[in-house]
Structure formats: structure tokens, C-alpha cells
């Protein structure tokens, strides 16, 4: 190992060619390393050799590392384009953006879009859609049609009536068959004609037999007129006679008045003690009743003068809209005396929830009942506007006593979301006021939930219904009037009074179907 220098000579390259493809360098090698991994190999070719690859690995690492810094400036001029994309794409966004809107627009837009425009045409009246049915559906013509003609025209033929060969004129031809044959049958039986037949054979048993039959007849006959005669005491017509004899003797006896212990005398005086009885029991239940028709009369003028009338009015109010709850599955609460959302407010007497199994479950209707004078229709409309919002409800209605009412007061009116009824706890027509109270008020709370187009028609038809309940409410309160004056069109006026209350309660039953369809259009069952 050379410690200075050491002279490397190969014909791999140099300052000038020496031969085509070849390059002579005289190099001196003075890096420690490289001196020690050259003495390594022995002189001559083996040396060159190993020298002429280091050299090789040495020029392939240089070129490597160029390729470095080439990378290094594509990168840069990489993230330089992207930058110059970005600014591109958003200066040209809102523009791409805008003409894609156009482009769907001119496709998809509902008033001219070219889809619409496309669907309208295929499925409007007498459309593509339409005579494409036509032409294999339609009743006339179509391919149904002729299919349908041509496979049932042999049946219908056959199942003509008026057709030689149908199947009614074959038919025919078989019974009258048969039923020549059998009367051809029947006739021969009763023919003379012939000595096997029926009647022949009758015949001649009855000639044969009717010597013998001759004289038993006579026989009986004597022994018949014998038992009929009165000559005879001890014949069944002259027993007979002696009992019925016997017989009108103790009925005549029986039925007599003049013996006090006959049946007929003893019976009169039995019914004339039990009528007796009944005529005083009837007059004595008579003063019973008008005693205890006055009395309550007194108690009622009593309690309709007193605050204690309002306290019963409202608690009979309460049972029946339980009742009416209960019939419809809602939820009913007494809230009169608790407080609700207004801070120290109890307006509001009863609340009525809809049920889970309605259209709108969950929704309230408050009722306020009042059987004050003091009250107007402006006060109480005031009064169910605070109630609605106290108890969180959509609607109220505001029930009048009839005898507490203001002056002119309508039996059944609305206004809006509040219904305004007058209610009599003792007349059973008034129920039917606070009923069409309730249905009218469960359409209301539904409209107000779901206002929808699925739902459009059924809301137009509360609408509607809640109307004629209103104008049939009106025509009973009329035929109460008219009962309560003319007392002569009695019949007459009962007679339009049920008439009102099935249309009315028709209605009713129209509201709750409708109630029904718009909590099917909801659920989509």
C-alpha cells in the first residue's frame, strides 16, 4: 500500500481518444480507502477491472444525485401549476356552477323543463300513456279486445240464448226428452188400454174384493144407527145428551150472581178489591210523584239561583265528556283547580287529549263551563282565547248554561278554533250539542296539526260537515221552539226532529271517517 501515490492507467476514457469508444486517463490516486481496496486486488487486469467498476459506480451515484435536484425543481414547478389550477377553478366555479344549474334546469325545472314537459305529455289526457292502453286496453278495438273476442266468442255463442246450438236449446232438447219418456211412462200406467198397466190391476182387485166389501159396510151401518138413536137409553147418543144435560145445569149454577158463593160472585168481588187496591195505590203514587216534582223543582230553582248551580253544572259537564273520552279512546282531566302554563292561572276546566290510535295524537281541546250570567259571547270568547293558551290546547269550547245564556245566544256557533254550545244537563237534545262540540273539535285540532296537500280534501270536508252541523243544530233549536209553542204540530214536529237528529248525527259519524282517512294519508298504511 502506497502511502503517497500510486500511478492507475486504464483504457477506459482520457483527454483524447485513443480508440473509438475508449478514453485513456492517467489518474493518481492519493484517497487512503480507495488505496486500500486497489492493493487489495493484485496487479494487471484484476486490479483495472475492479478500479473500472468503482469508477463506473462512482459516475452512476453522480448521475443519481443530479436526478435529485431535477425532482426538486419539477416538484416546485408542480405545486406552482396547482396553485395556478386552484386560482383557475375558482375564478371559473361560480360560472361552471351557474351553467350547470342552466342545464338542469332546461331538464328538470316544473314549468319548462324539458322531464316535465316529457312526463306531461306521456301521461295526459289522451297522452301517449293513455292511447298506448288504449290501443291494447281500451273496450273497443283494442288488442285485448280481439284477443278477448276471438277466444270467447264460441262460449258466448254456446251460452246464447237465442242460438240453435247453444247450451240452453240442448238442454231443452234433454228435458223435453226425458220428460216425454216419463209422461209416455205415466200414461200407460193409467191407460185401460192395457191389461198389465196400474189401473188395470186396480180395478180388478176392487171388483174382486167388493162383495165382501158389500156386506161388512152393511153390517156397520146398522151398528152405527144404532149408537146414534134415543130410542136406545144406553146408546153414546143418549149418554151424551144426559151430560151435557148435567153439564148446562152446573154452569148455569157457576154463573149466576144471585149465589153469593158461586164462582162468578165470588170473582167479582175478588176484582172489585183488587181494583179497589190499585185505585188507591195509583193516586197515592200520583201524590208521591207530584210532591217529589215539586220538590226538585224547588231544589233546582234553588240551585239556579245560588253558586252551587255552576259547581253541579260543571261537574255534570265533566262526567259526559269522561263518557264521550272513554267511547273515543281520548284522555280526559279535570284541571279547574290546578295551575297551568300562565303562572297562578286555573282557566281552563277540562282538557281532552287525543288518543294514540287518532290522526293527531297527543292534541288538546280545553272546555270551559259556566253557568254565569255575568258572562257575554265577547267575555267568553276573551276567556277560551287565555284558557287555549293556559292549558296548551289548539281548541276550546265554551259551554253555556241554557238558563244562564246570554239573551239570543245560538245552541251550536264557531268562531275560529273556540265553539261556543249551550247545554242543558236534563234535556238529552242538548247532549247531541256538546257531541258535535266534540266531533267539530277533533276535526279542527286534526286540520291544525297536519295541513298538507295528502290531507286537502279531507280538511275541505270537515269544513263542509262542520258547517251543516251548525245549519242542523240550528233547525233543532228551531223545532224546540216550535214544540214549546205550538203544542198542536206535536207529531209533525217530532217527526222533523228526528229527522234533524240522524242527519246530525250522520255528520258526526262523516267527521270521525274523515278523521280516520287523514290519519291514514299520515301513516301511509
Known amino acids: 500500500m502506497g502511502t503517497l501515490a500510486q500511478t492507475l492507467e486504464s483504457p477506459v476514457g482520457g483527454l483524447s481518444a485513443i480508440l473509438e469508444g475508449s478514453l485513456t486517463l492517467s489518474l493518481t490516486v492519493t484517497d487512503p480507502d480507495v488505496l486500500t481496496e486497489l492493493e487489495s486486488h493484485a496487479p494487471g487486469p484484476n486490479r483495472e477491472r475492479f478500479a473500472l467498476s468503482g469508477l463506473r459506480l ?26 395556478d389550477l386552484e386560482n383557475l377553478f375558482r375564478e371559473r ?3 361552471i356552477a351557474d351553467d350547470l344549474n342552466s342545464a338542469l334546469r332546461q331538464f328538470f325545472d316544473p314549468a319548462s323543463g324539458e322531464l316535465p314537459r316529457r312526463l306531461q305529455s306521456l301521461l295526459k289526457q289522451d297522452g301517449e300513456l293513455e292511447l298506448f292502453l288504449r290501443q291494447h286496453l281500451g273496450p273497443e278495438s283494442s288488442t285485448l279486445a280481439k284477443t278477448l273476442d276471438q277466444h270467447l266468442d264460441p262460449l258466448l255463442r254456446l251460452l246464447d240464448p237465442e ?42 182387485k176392487l171388483t174382486e174384493n167388493n162383495g165382501q166389501l158389500t156386506g161388512d159396510m152393511r153390517t156397520l151401518v146398522d151398528e152405527l144407527g144404532s149408537e146414534f138413536s134415543l130410542d136406545k137409553p144406553d146408546s153414546a147418543l143418549s149418554r151424551l145428551v144426559k151430560k151435557v144435560e148435567n153439564a148446562e145445569g152446573l154452569i148455569g149454577r157457576s154463573l149466576t150472581l144471585d149465589d153469593d158463593q158461586s164462582p162468578l160472585s165470588r170473582l167479582k168481588r175478588e ?35 245560588s253558586t252551587l248551580h255552576g259547581l253541579i253544572f260543571e261537574d255534570r259537564l265533566g262526567e259526559f265528556l269522561a263518557a264521550e273520552a272513554a267511547r273515543l ?9 290546578t295551575c297551568g302554563a300562565i303562572s297562578h292561572c286555573k282557566i281552563g276546566d277540562f282538557v281532552t287529549t287525543l288518543g294514540a290510535d287518532t290522526a293527531a295524537p297527543g292534541a288538546r281541546i280545553v272546555w270551559e263551563a259556566k253557568a254565569n250570567k255575568s258572562y257575554d259571547l265577547a267575555g267568553a270568547l276573551k276567556e277560551l282565547d287565555q284558557a287555549r293558551k293556559n292549558r296548551q290546547a289548539q281548541v276550546g269550547v265554551f259551554v253555556f248554561s241554557k238558563v244562564a245564556a246570554p239573551e239570543g245566544a245560538e245552541p251550536f256557533v264557531r268562531y275560529g278554533n273556540n265553539l261556543v254550545v249551550l247545554w242543558d244537563p236534563n234535556d238529552t237534545v242538548s247532549d247531541l250539542y256538546v257531541k258535535a262540540a266534540l266531533s267539530v273539535a277533533r276535526a279542527l ?81
Open 445 to 525: 285540532v286534526v286540520r291544525e296539526t297536519h295541513e298538507s296537500a295528502e290531507s286537502e280534501q279531507a280538511l275541505n270536508s270537515i269544513e263542509l260537515a262542520t258547517r251543516a252541523i251548525e245549519k242542523q243544530i240550528e233547525s233543532v233549536a228551531q223545532i224546540k221552539t216550535w214544540a214549546e209553542t205550538i203544542k198542536g204540530n206535536g207529531d209533525k214536529i217530532a217527526d222533523r226532529a228526528s229527522k234533524m237528529q240522524e242527519a246530525l248525527q250522520k255528520q258526526v259519524e262523516g267527521l270521525d271517517q274523515h278523521l280516520g282517512a287523514i290519519k291514514t294519508s299520515k301513516t301511509g298504511v
Open 93 to 95: 366555479g361560480g360560472e
Open 163 to 204: 242460438e240453435g246450438q247453444g247450451l240452453k236449446m240442448r238442454i231443452e232438447c234433454m228435458l223435453h226428452a226425458v220428460l216425454d219418456d216419463q209422461r209416455s211412462r205415466i200414461l200407460r200406467e193409467f191407460s185401460l188400454d192395457t191389461d198389465e198397466s196400474a189401473l188395470s190391476r186396480l180395478l180388478r
Open 329 to 337: 279512546n281520548d284522555v280526559h282531566e279535570a284541571t279547574g283547580t
Open 271 to 305: 176484582l172489585q178489591s183488587t181494583i179497589d187496591t190499585l185505585v188507591k195505590s195509583n193516586d197515592d203514587f200520583q201524590k208521591e210523584v207530584r210532591d217529589a216534582l215539586t220538590k226538585l223543582q224547588t231544589q233546582r230553582d234553588t240551585a239556579a239561583k
Open 58 to 83: 462512482g459516475v452512476l451515484t453522480l448521475r443519481q444525485a443530479r436526478g435529485e435536484l431535477d425532482a426538486v425543481v419539477v416538484r416546485d414547478a408542480g405545486e406552482k401549476i396547482v396553485q
